[in-house]
Antibody, heavy 116, light 113 residues
Framework: EVHLVGSGGGLVQPGGSLSLSCAASGFNFSTFWMSWVRQAPGKRLEWLANIKEDGSEVRYVDSVKGRFTISRDNAKNTLFLQMNSLRVDDTGVFYC?????????WGQGSLVTVSS | DIVMTQSPDSLAVSLGERATINCKSSQNILYGSNNRNYLVWYQQKPGQPPKLLIYWASTRESGVPDRFSGSGSGTDFTLTISSLQAEDAAVYYCQQYYSIPATFGQGTKLEIK
């Protein structure tokens, strides 16, 4: 059974940094693209970034380019999202998901609150 | 970016009745070379992550009940639930993956009347 377990969320001040992790199990992690999607309070889902199976290719939405970095450790079956220069409007639930564009399994989400 | 607009924002349907949710893209998302529409439908229940229902606009994900169907092409798409069950109460999102960034509709909240 596929499991994606997110961790690392919390409260951070504007301008701060936070790192999210997503531990995968139940499938061959190294053979799947992986993605991060955000859901801000009361807002629509927002695709943030994805990363190729071997980490050689990454894509970002413009609003996080230069501030967020997606990466993966296939030996540890873990996906990461390093978030720097956080803004109040980055607040939301961050989901890791399996897939490049068709996201067939999602983690439960990590809540990130950016507030002073 | 391609803007996805769903209608209605919310609807209430009686058990056993048909529910129809529409999604319109600001640009064509039918890729001519493979004749595929780059559209996905997700279902999200309170406190849960989204669940994949349909991809390529009309291909049902494994395990999804056949009362869920997707249709449409180009810029106009529809998710239909043929006979509403109590467990179908949720928010439904469409998403395009024709161009980067992938973008989602604002969601349609489906309630049981």
């Amino acid at each position: 059974e596929v499991h994606l377990v997110g961790s690392g969320g919390g409260l951070v001040q504007p301008g701060g940094s936070l790192s999210l992790s997503c531990a995968a199990s139940g499938f061959n992690f190294s053979t799947f693209w992986m993605s991060w999607v955000r859901q801000a309070p009361g807002k629509r889902l927002e695709w943030l970034a994805n990363i190729k199976e071997d980490g050689s290719e990454v894509r970002y939405v413009d609003s996080v380019k230069g501030r967020f970095t997606i990466s993966r450790d296939n030996a540890k079956n873990t996906l990461f999202l390093q978030m720097n220069s956080l803004r109040v409007d980055d607040t939301g639930v961050f989901y890791c998901a399996r897939g490049r564009w068709i996201l067939d399994f999602w983690g439960q989400g990590s809540l990130v609150t950016v507030s002073s | 970016d391609i803007v996805m607009t769903q209608s209605p924002d919310s609807l209430a349907v009686s058990l056993g009745e048909r529910a129809t949710i529409n999604c319109k893209s600001s640009q064509n998302i039918l890729y001519g070379s493979n004749n595929r529409n780059y559209l996905v439908w997700y279902q999200q229940k309170p406190g849960q992550p989204p669940k994949l229902l349909i991809y390529w606009a009309s291909t049902r994900e494994s395990g999804v009940p056949d009362r869920f169907s997707g249709s449409g092409s180009g810029t106009d798409f529809t998710l239909t639930i043929s006979s509403l069950q109590a467990e179908d109460a949720a928010v439904y999102y469409c998403q395009q993956y024709y161009s980067i960034p992938a973008t989602f509709g604002q969601g349609t909240k489906l309630e049981i009347k």
